[in-house]
């Protein structure tokens, strides 16, 4: 059974930072993702990396948002900096193992308001 760790999400106001954590356990990983959903729209990628370290970012948030992650722990971070608006989702932790199969935490809220 692979099993999750979410946290770090919160209230932020506009131009501060969160720092995002996933835990995953229970088989092995070859990608770690980040994606977000916000109320009556369409899941989003947001970023992702390889086990092997190489990382992604959509366009939204490169240069402001930041993966990373420590193999020995299975563990996912996303630092999120000069939080905007438009950043408000629930962030979900998106983890693919060695076989290719899809695994997602429950997420956690982030919202970005004065």
């Known amino acids: 059974q692979v099993q999750f760790v979410e946290s770090g999400g919160g209230l932020v106001q506009p131009g501060g930072s969160l720092r995002l954590s996933c835990a995953a356990s229970?088989?092995?990983?070859?990608?770690y993702g980040w994606y977000r959903q916000s109320p009556g729209k369409q899941r989003e990628w947001v970023a992702d990396?390889?086990?092997?370290?190489?990382?992604n970012y959509a366009d939204s948030v490169k240069g402001r948002f930041t993966i990373s992650g420590d193999n020995a722990k299975n563990t996912v971070y996303l630092q999120m900096d000069n939080l905007k608006p438009e950043d408000t989702a629930v962030y979900y932790c998106k983890v693919v193992s060695i076989l290719y199969k899809e695994y997602w935490g429950q997420g956690t809220q982030v919202t970005v308001s004065s």
């Open positions: 990396i390889t086990s092997t370290g190489n990382t």
């Open positions: 229970g088989s092995i990983f070859r990608i």
